[in-house]
């Protein structure tokens, strides 16, 4: 590799870096926006136009907050916590394909941190790293609702993590690679994952939930039981990166998801708009094509970001027996079914067979509400 | 006694296997939060937009002046013996030759102060005037204070403006923005 393709290289690392930051600083903006909308409020708006500045300020503010460690806390840990969360939180968009490949000097450069081989298992050893930020910070605050909320974070990740590998398999068995670009590759044009294993969209996007901390399983912070859960003891810039690390963790997510399940930067006619480009711009066209396929992939991203933010403001926390029944009990079965499925599926050539999962349920469904005594009991119609 | 049939009974009968799937629940859940995004806000940017406060608000105290533009106040005490606070306070005077302009009775208030962190704003003293002097406005609020020497509204701040005057019952303003006051002839 030459200095102009270790320059570019560079290049594109740092604007990953910087999008992520920036887009997980406009996350908390949206998500006040997101919530007041869905609440008919019309949230932040005073600082700078439609409320835009708010992240600097809040940013601000945390920025000069007193930094407060507890005399009982376990000092070096104390501080080791928030960074290991935000070091896993962005290390993890270094194999996440972000475009297809720039040209320059008929050079072509794919639009990726780096190009693991192993992509999709580096992915999940960093988020699985990223628990112990949590713990670790929980734990060294010496306080009884820290560890509980750490220890909740623990078991529920470890739980989740299981469902969510799982689920990936039955990808990585139609692909053949653990590599994210391949992955995304594949699903060139319109043949996104999502069409052939929707039983492992959802069980991806519940674990996904669950990775992040975010509601409806939410329990290692939950106010009401917890007070802060695991950072009730941290203030000022710890506080912050705990917060942000779970903003960008969100950001991962939804560029995960929409890398596996959605395809990534493709789109239905991505090769008719690559071939005029192409012909008509020669080396411009290409990288403008490559920028639109990102720019897709940027929208998927804030579509999940969004879906993230509604699912919040709309659904209630899990009790934590619910959450282990449903990780243990439905999403590990489920992605164990769904596997041998697909593996029958590939054996015989039948591409969509993940869908006789999901018709099964469906019957099964109605069959058991037909089935259900209606009475005064039965769901609330709104 | 039922007074509206929206009651529901609890109960802890096990769940379908449709229930159990969450999935059709979250996504009824999430239909109704996302109409939410298209309804109307109900929210008013206050200190741009201000509510009507209806005729009957009692907000910031004025000394009214009558149709000459003389102070009513003639220092009875009337006010200040209703007030249930203890607010008022006042000194009178005696009105000179030459201020026949400035004052209606031949006695006046020197000295008129309201103690802003006492009044409970019940509108007694409105009651108790006998001389229509003093009022509680419907249309200001009594401004933020952050003083100990601003707690203490004199005659400077209670006096009504000449050029300005205060009207209660003006069927022309309905509408809300209220800031400064309203403008016309005295009641």
């Keep these: ?382 | 006694m039922q007074l509206t049939n929206r009651s529901k009974q609890v109960s802890n009968k096990e769940m379908t296997l449709a229930e159990k799937m969450y999935l059709p629940a979250i996504a009824q859940g999430l239909a109704i939060t996302f109409s939410h995004l298209f309804k109307k806000r109900p929210t008013i940017q206050y200190p741009e937009v201000k509510r009507y406060l209806g005729p009957v608000f009692r907000g910031h105290h004025v000394l009214k002046r009558d149709e000459e533009g003389r102070e009513r106040c003639t220092a009875c005490g009337l006010c200040a013996v209703a007030c249930p606070a203890e607010a008022i306070s006042m000194v009178a005077a005696e009105r000179q030759k030459g201020e026949e302009h400035l004052y209606r009775e031949e006695k006046y208030a020197a000295v008129y102060e309201i103690n802003m962190l006492r009044c409970i704003f019940c509108g007694l003293c409105e009651e108790a005037c006998p001389k229509q002097a003093v009022y509680l406005r419907h249309d200001k609020f009594v401004p933020v204070f952050t003083e100990r020497e601003d707690v203490i509204f004199g005659k400077n701040k209670l006096v009504e403006d000449v050029n300005n005057r205060y009207v209660r019952n003006n069927p022309e303003v309905k509408a809300t923005p209220t800031e400064p006051t309203l403008s016309g002839a005295a009641t």
């Design chain 1, 1 to 382: 590799m030459d200095l102009t393709a270790l320059i570019i290289k560079t290049i594109i690392i740092l604007v990953i870096f910087g999008v992520t930051l920036v887009i997980a600083m406009y996350s908390t903006y949206a998500e006040r926006k997101v919530a007041a909308f869905l609440q008919d409020r019309l949230g932040p708006n005073r600082a700078g136009p439609f409320g835009l500045l708010q992240p600097l300020a809040d940013a601000g503010k945390m920025f000069f907050k007193e930094d407060f460690i507890p005399a009982q806390a376990s000092k070096w840990l104390f501080i080791l916590g928030p960074c290991l969360a935000i070091l896993t939180a962005l290390m993890t968009s270094a194999v996440i394909p972000f475009g297809e490949s720039v040209k320059f000097d008929n050079m072509l450069i794919p639009l990726q941190g780096i190009e693991v081989n192993i992509g999709i298992l580096y992915v999940f050893g960093v988020v699985s790293l990223g628990v112990y930020g949590i713990m670790v910070g929980g734990w060294a605050s010496n306080n009884k609702f820290s560890l509980l909320g750490a220890i909740r974070a623990a078991s529920q990740n470890i739980s989740y993590e299981i469902a969510l590998g799982l689920s990936i398999i039955a990808i990585l068995m139609m692909t053949g690679s653990l590599s994210v670009s391949k992955i995304v590759q594949d699903q060139h044009g319109f043949a996104w994952n999502l069409f052939n294993q929707p039983l492992g969209f959802i069980i991806f996007l519940t674990c996904a939930f669950a990775e992040c901390n975010r509601t409806p399983f939410d329990l290692p912070e939950c106010e009401n039981e917890l007070i802060g859960g695991y950072h009730t003891e941290y203030s000022s810039m710890k506080l912050g990166f705990y917060l942000f690390a779970e903003y960008i963790n969100m950001f991962i997510s939804s560029a995960i998801i929409s890398s596996l399940y959605f395809g990534g930067y493709n789109y239905p006619g991505m090769d008719w708009v690559r071939e005029n480009l192409t012909a008509s711009l020669g080396t411009t066209g290409h990288n403008l094509a490559t920028a639109i396929g990102s720019a897709v992939f940027f929208g998927k991203i804030f579509f999940f970001i969004f879906f993230f933010m509604w699912v919040r403001w709309t659904i209630p926390r899990f009790r934590y027996d619910q959450l282990m029944n449903l990780g243990w009990k439905s999403l590990i079965p489920l992605a164990i079914l769904n596997i041998v499925v697909t593996g029958f599926g590939l054996l015989y050539e039948v591409k969509y067979a993940s869908w006789i999962i999901v018709a099964v349920m469906v019957v099964l469904a109605v069959a058991s509400q037909a089935r259900a005594p209606k009475g005064a009991v039965s769901a609330q119609k709104v």
